[in-house]
């Protein structure tokens, strides 16, 4: 699915994603925790990322026809989100979050990069 509408609201740190009258706003943080990155995605073990929660949008580049290049202010910039693959994060975004609440929890992590979990 291609997008009909894309904008990024830097205030917000938001990306908005439209296909035809329905549109999505995705935050930088969960965009970047479900980057499609060799990073991220750890080669078939991924990597949970946590402390990405004021993670910003730097910028948006195209990937050729198929693609969005996004570039977060962490330096992160490896992840090329194809049209469908965002599709998916945008109509999935509940129950993609909630899962990876959950693996936070499970880990003992912490959205908050300033958060150090102690589990005793």
Same mark, same amino acid.
Request: aromatic share 4%; hydrophobic share 30%.
């Given at each position: 699915m291609l997008p $009909? *509408?894309?904008k990024?609201? *830097?205030a917000s740190r938001e990306l908005e994603l439209c296909y035809g009258e329905q549109c999505y706003r995705l $935050?930088?943080?969960f965009l970047r925790v479900h980057s499609p990155s060799a990073e991220v995605r %750890? !080669? %078939?073990r991924p990597v949970l990322q946590h402390g990405k929660q004021h993670v910003a949008l730097v910028s948006l580049? @195209? +990937? %050729? /026809?198929? +693609?969005?290049k996004l570039v977060f202010d962490d330096g992160h910039d490896s992840g090329l989100y194809s049209w469908d693959y965002l599709y998916h994060l945008a109509t999935q975004r509940? /129950?993609?979050w909630a899962r990876y609440l959950e693996q936070l929890r499970d880990a003992g992590q912490s959205r908050? @990069? !300033?958060t150090t979990?102690?589990?005793l």
């Open positions: $009909s *509408k894309i990024l609201h *830097k $935050s930088a943080e %750890g !080669h %078939g580049e @195209p +990937a %050729g /026809q198929y +693609a969005l509940e /129950q993609l908050d @990069p !300033h979990i102690v589990r």
